[in-house]
């Protein structure tokens, strides 16, 4: 149920977001969600992606500092409160974010939200039981013959 | 292992009397050959009849490396450029390069301490040195390559550069000795991993690295990542080159510095006073048997200190302690003296931190300002903005805690920190651009 994110060092510096998304796009990967978490000097890119594998090596080779997480992608009803009820779920059960990104998903009635959570495993037995959806990660768009 | 056992085991009281010997007879030759000495000595009072002990050195004026620019190139030469075979010149950063000229004899002597100095390092015939310091003006590639030759070992002549290359033929040709700076040793053991090389299955025994100056640290990284014994080698063009000094195998503690040919003094790098053993300040050292430029009194702007008690392995010459880096490397920020290689050792102290960093220094308002810059490896990196901040936190506070100094660390991309072939780069002042 855990998705695979690559996460990626990046100095403040022009040009090299674009040199990330080039070396991605030249190996033909194909970018499903993206976050930037940003300070003064660096920045960490963290990336949802079809083929993570692929990602990980083709960034590795043009020296990239990169590494894999493992996160949650939840189904949230795209509606007032939707964001809310999951937040509430977790906060009871005393599960912490560690960061956060919305998913542009192809499902109009609901929005996927990319989840680090401090405790992964709980996270993903708490929330089903409550009856929130965790997702695959080929609902993400994600390679299926990879996960 | 001895290569002269006579002269490395030398009693004490012989080694300095051979010594008086020598410094008299160089002072005359000065004296008479060389306007620039016969003018410094007369402005400071001294002739070289006064010259009666070895305290008497004390009396002689310094030599400085401005010395040698003002008398660019051969005025320091106390031979007709008849008898100098060989000229060498070392980088000069600004303006023109120090010119050093050597008699036959020079090459001779050159040769037989490079020789004693491998053979300190436990190499010995048999051995395939793979030689890696630069040929050509730099004394570092010739220098070690007559050494290699007198010891009779298989010389490759690779001189810098060709990284792959070197990695092939050090592999193919099963080098067992690899001389090169510190800082292109750890350049290659990283190239080979990219290359998916296991340059610890070499078949390198013992490196010999010089030429900059490494911290104890960054000796113990170089024997893990390429399982050999890391030497640390001593010399400076204007003395000699490569060979001035050498740790031996046995004890690894501190370089003996041939002393039947050079007579070392340590000095107050402000005041100019001389040090008893065992104080730290920047070493001075007078040529005894040099023909073609002897100096007398050569302030190197390295810092360590003698050690004189005796050493293991037997050999009588004085150990001068690892250098801590060079007085006109010493930086001043806000009052405070930092040498960059005391930020290596808090560095090396950071798990997962690897010595790939760069200071600038740079004055804002009238303040200096100090910025570390360090590479995130994969073993540094984490995907959580705060990790990442609390390993610079980590590092900002180390280095107050340990040297007094409050500076800026900044996280860089790996490789962004330029790598050097040669010696590295560590160190951006920008206060000297701005002329401030």
Redesign the interface.
Known sequence: MKVQ?I?I???NESG?LAEVTRVLGDAGVNIRALSL?D?S??G?L?LIVDQTERAHDVLKEH?????K?EVVAVEVPDQPLGLCRVLSILEQSGINV??MYAFAGNDRANAVIIF?FDDLDAAIRVLPQNGIRILEGKRVGMDAGRH | MLWNDEFETLPREAVESLQLKRLRQVVERVYATVPFYRRSFEAAGVTPAQIRSLDDLRRLPFTLKADMRDNYPYGLFAVPLEQIVRIHASSGTTGKPTVVGYTRRDIDNWSELMARSFAAAGVHRGDVIHNAYGYGLFTGGLGAHYGAERIGASVIPMSGGQTKKQLMIMQDFGSTVLTCTPSYCLFLAEAAREEGLDIREFKLRVGIHGAEPWSEQLRAEIEEKLNIKAIDVYGLSEILGPGVAIECIEAQCGLHIWEDHFLPEIIDPETGVSLPHGEQGELVITTLTKEGIPLIRYRTRDITRILPEPCACGRTHLRLERMSGRSDDMLIIRGVNVFPSQIESVLFRIEGVEPHYQLLVDREDNLDTLEVQVE???AT?????KQ??GL?GKIRKDIKELLGVTCNV???????IARSEGKAKRVIDRRKERGG
């Open positions: 994110q996460s060092f990046i100095e090299r978490a300070t000097d660096f960490i963290r020296r990239f500092t990169v590494s997480t560690e960061y680090r | 995130v490896n994969e990196f984490s995907d959580e903005i990442l901040q610079s900044k996280l860089v991309e790996p490789k962004t």
